[in-house]
């Protein structure tokens, strides 16, 4: 037989239950909402940074939440979120329940009331990718604005004959990249004709396309004297002729050849050894680094490592027919 005070007790534990119940609905549907409207404007993970204790009493919440904003339902805590504590059974004292302004206090705040909604700027952090510009141009424009006499670095003044720029099919799947033309295609005034160029062609024709079918380019258009390496200046000056042939073309692939057109491409100092053999990310577009055919004359034993390199680019062509 329950007494009258258990009975009230009881009753007032139920009528308390009710109230974080419908508290911590009407909050979860908030969030909810909240959450979809970061969705919509394409926030994809948001840091919110909690006092390390929120609410005292029977709730609480500590450290930080990382929240996946998409998909909606993926709401991960970095660190534990403590549970609230089991329910008090009925006919327990009733100077033992937590008033109900206590109570009150101790659900988390709606989320109303939470750093959330006013983000402090240091409380969200939103990883933006950079996108691959829209075209606004042509290859042919591009190459015009260039021009056969281009004096924008030094390398117009070092002995060049032509300024060698990309060729190949302006709406490639795949393209290819090196560092500058060498004594051959700056004689010829094309990239990648000399044997380097006749080796590429059968890399290119190993994975089943012809050169025709590919987009081929380097990063600096003038040679180098003694073919040494493109310096920073004159990488600074030409790198963005490239960079919007790349926006135009849009390719699914680059294969960019050699460290040192690897490592401009990717803005890395990651050694071609370790850049190759697994994709990149250029804006958006799959990069996959390895040796540079003039390499391969020299050191044959390399040919198995482009081989597996290039097997790779073959099958995510191929995933994306
Ligand atoms: S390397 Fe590029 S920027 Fe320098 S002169 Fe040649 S085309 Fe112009």
């Not at 009407?26 to 919110?48: C, K, P, S, W």
């Not at 327990?92 to 329940?97: D, G, P």
Request: one cysteine or more; hydrophobic letters at 40%.
């Amino acid at each position: 037989m329950l007494r009258p005070a258990d009975a009230r007790a009881s009753a007032l534990w139920v009528n308390v239950c009710m109230t974080q119940t419908l508290e911590i609905s009407t909050l979860i549907a908030d969030v909810r909402e909240q959450i979809m409207y970061l969705q919509e404007l394409g926030v994809e993970t948001l840091d919110v940074k909690l006092p390390e204790r929120v609410a005292s009493g029977e709730l609480r919440v500590e450290g930080k939440l990382r929240m996946l904003v998409s998909p909606v339902s993926s709401i991960v805590a970095e660190r534990e979120v403590a549970k609230p504590a089991p329910l008090r059974p009925p006919g327990s004292r009733l100077a033992a329940l937590p008033s109900l302004s206590k109570l009150s206090s101790a659900v988390p705040p709606r989320q109303t009331d939470i750093p959330m909604t006013e983000p402090k700027k240091e409380s969200l952090s939103v990883e933006m990718m950079p996108a691959m510009p829209e075209p606004t141009e042509t290859i042919e424009q591009i190459q015009a604005e260039i021009g056969p006499d281009c004096m924008r670095c030094k390398l117009s003044t070092l002995g060049r004959t032509h300024v060698v720029h990309s060729t190949g099919n302006f709406n490639a799947d795949l393209m290819f990249c090196g560092e500058a033309p060498g004594a051959d295609e700056d004689q010829q005034g094309f990239p990648f004709v000399g044997r380097a160029g006749q080796l590429l062609t059968k890399i290119i024709e190993s994975i089943g396309l012809k050169r025709e079918d590919v987009f081929i380019g380097n990063i600096n258009r003038c040679r180098p004297p003694g073919n040494r390496a493109p310096e920073a200046d004159e990488t600074i000056a030409c790198k963005p002729f490239l960079q919007r042939e790349i926006a135009v073309v849009r390719p699914k692939v680059i294969v960019v050849l050699g460290a040192t057109a690897a490592q401009n491409l990717l803005e890395t100092k990651v050694p071609i050894g370790k850049l190759r053999g697994h994709f990149h990310d250029y804006l958006g577009v799959k990069v996959m680094p390895t040796f540079h055919p003039a390499y391969l004359l020299r050191d044959p034993h390399k040919k198995r490592e482009v081989w597996e390199d290039m097997k790779l680019v073959r099958d995510y062509l191929n995933t994306t027919r």
